[in-house]
């Protein structure tokens, strides 16, 4: 993860934009579509017998943050996405973003498998957080994936109806493998990401995309003409997680003071599974933390939230 100065552009990719009807103000819900194109009539060369793109992950995040840049070094959340398809590192990166209020909300999806397929993801995206990042695994591979870094939904009169993106192959740098069933190579040192542009993926002397995302706008909630200050808690305000249960379940937490907060996920053995957030918490502001996803297996959890003057624990059920 690379902290930025300015705003990023969506790099390597092709976007095209269709009916741009804007709303200026509010947030705005989205709807992406990941549709597959690679297969072995688009790439031929050694296509592998089991083609398939791992579980989308992604965030809504503003200009100070980068989870991925092509010429940069890949965090451990890309790489371990990229080799294996693990959300894991990549899902606690985001958490922290959001903890130092550079990225808001957690886009978490399917995958295709095989190929010949979409997949589709709803998600809200605020003016404050107006750039996505979205990634998947192409897989097999040795550490390939396809996504958007810092792709804006905005337009300057406001959120784009529809946008289409072209998605091409990037090596994130970490193994150096050549053939999708390489063996582990791992690269020392690493690499910076790049798109790739030659082997398996140039055709008749073109780079052809895998996949695409089309973003289609469903509504927008507009904002109120006044906004009042929200009244900060007692010591703190932890709400109820919702939907409880389910496979992946949210609350938020608002804190009286500043303060350095820690969230910790745990079974019912009293074994931490996960830390959801640790870091640093501004007042006043509910800030939203998830619990979930595919990498947890179903049953009870509990999840534990310590502040440098409350300290609470609640229940959660996730089912798969």
Not at 31 to 50: G, I
Not at 134 to 162: H, K, Q
Not at 267 to 295: K, M, S
């Amino acid at each position: 993860m690379k902290l930025l100065p300015s705003i990023l552009l969506l790099l390597g990719a092709t976007w095209f934009f269709h009916d741009i009807e804007a709303v200026a103000q509010g947030t705005a819900t989205y709807e992406v579509t990941f549709l597959s194109s690679w297969s072995a009539t688009t790439h031929p060369q050694d296509f592998p017998s089991s083609p398939h793109f791992s579980e989308l992950i992604g965030a809504t995040h503003d200009s100070t943050v980068a989870f991925w840049t092509v010429g940069e070094l890949a965090s451990p959340g890309i790489k371990n996405m990229a080799e294996t398809g693990s959300k894991t590192a990549l899902r606690s990166e985001i958490n922290v973003a959001s903890g130092n209020a550079s990225a808001e909300t957690l886009l978490d999806g399917g995958g295709i498998t095989p190929t010949s397929g979409s997949v589709s993801l709803t998600f809200s995206i605020s003016e404050a957080y107006p750039l996505v990042m979205l990634v998947s695994m192409l897989a097999p591979s040795p550490d390939w994936f396809v996504g958007v870094a810092g792709l804006s939904l905005r337009a300057e009169s406001g959120w784009i109806d529809t946008l289409t993106v072209d998605l091409f192959s990037y090596d994130a740098g970490t193994d150096s493998g050549t053939t999708y069933a390489a063996a582990n190579q791992a690269t020392d040192p690493p690499q910076p990401i790049a798109k790739i542009e030659t082997g398996l993926f140039l055709v008749n002397d073109e780079v052809p995309p895998v996949a695409t995302f089309t973003f289609v706008l469903q509504s927008v909630e507009q904002p109120t003409l006044v906004e009042e200050a929200p009244a900060l808690p007692a010591t703190h305000v932890l709400s109820a997680v919702y939907p409880n249960p389910s496979p992946q379940a949210a609350f938020t937490l608002t804190v009286r003071h500043p303060q350095h907060v820690r969230i910790d996920l745990f079974d019912l053995n009293g074994r931490r599974v996960d830390t959801l957030y640790e870091g640093f918490l501004q007042a006043g502001t509910p800030r939203r933390f998830t619990i979930g996803g595919n990498d947890l297996p179903s049953g009870v959890y509990l999840y534990r939230v310590v502040g440098e003057d409350f300290a609470e624990s609640r229940a959660v059920v996730l089912v798969r």
